[in-house]
């Protein structure tokens, strides 16, 4: 079975950094992209980026590059998202998927709540 | 404000059609058949329901259909049923940034 497994919520204070992983199993994690989608509370869906992890060719939307790093570990099939410096308004549900040729996502994990407090 | 748009609901009864429009620009609906409808029920994740334009994934029911004209992209939902009740959100690869984007979502009601 093609999965994608995600790990567990955040509780995280403004300022501080943060690694959310996505494991994939039951498919060649290394030729299929892997794209991460933000949803904050009661709003729609944000692209954020994609990255291959054959080749860690990673692309960016203009509304994340920079506040974020995709990445990923070929040799256990993870992708990751990190910030470096926490804001409140990070918080949200961030989802990674399979991204087909790069753009539709056909399978999805569960998402990673991520809460920014103080 | 979101790059693609979509109404922000729609309705229908049970057994009826019902259909989401999406527009964009030639620079991402218009210019590509890259067009993807994804459904999301509260509390889960989003589930691909159409792609390019007008494919169905394997299990998704034949009772969803996409289509696109010029920079209006449409994903129809016929024989509505209670279960179909969710949010739908379409996306489209744009090459104003060569990513993607979504559009707003809609909440489809069945009466």
């Known amino acids: 079975e093609v999965q994608l497994v995600q790990s567990g919520a955040e509780v995280k204070k403004p300022g501080e950094s943060l690694k959310i992983s996505c494991k994939g199993s039951?498919?060649?994690?290394?030729?299929?992209?892997i794209g991460w989608v933000r949803q904050m509370p009661g709003k729609g869906l944000e692209w954020m980026g994609i990255i291959y992890p054959g080749d860690s060719d990673t692309r960016y939307s203009p509304s994340f590059q920079g506040q974020v790093t995709i990445s990923a570990d070929k040799s256990i099939s993870t992708a990751y998202l990190q910030w470096s410096s926490l804001k409140a308004s990070d918080t949200a549900m961030y989802y990674c998927?399979?991204?087909?040729?790069?753009?539709?996502?056909?399978?999805w994990g569960k998402g990673t709540t991520v809460t920014v407090s103080s | 404000q979101s790059a693609l748009t979509q109404p922000a609901s729609v309705s229908g009864s049970p057994g009826q059609s019902i259909t989401i429009s999406c527009t964009g620009t030639?620079?991402?609906?218009?210019?590509?058949?890259?067009v993807s409808w994804y459904q999301q029920h509260p509390g889960k994740a989003p589930k691909l329901m159409i792609y390019?334009?007008?494919n169905r994934p394997s299990g998704v029911s034949n009772r969803f259909s996409g289509s696109k004209s010029g920079n209006t992209a449409s994903l129809t939902i016929s024989g509505l049923q209670a279960e179909d009740e969710a949010d739908y959100y379409c996306?489209?690869?744009?090459?104003?940034?060569?990513?993607?984007?979504f559009g707003g979502g809609t909440k489809l009601t069945v009466l």
């Open positions: 998927a399979r991204a087909q040729g790069g753009y539709y996502m056909d399978v």
């Open positions: 996306s489209s690869y744009t090459s104003s940034s060569s990513h993607v984007v």
């Open positions: 030639s620079s991402d609906v218009g210019g590509y058949n890259y």
């Open positions: 390019d334009v007008s």
């Open positions: 039951g498919y060649s994690f290394t030729s299929y992209w």
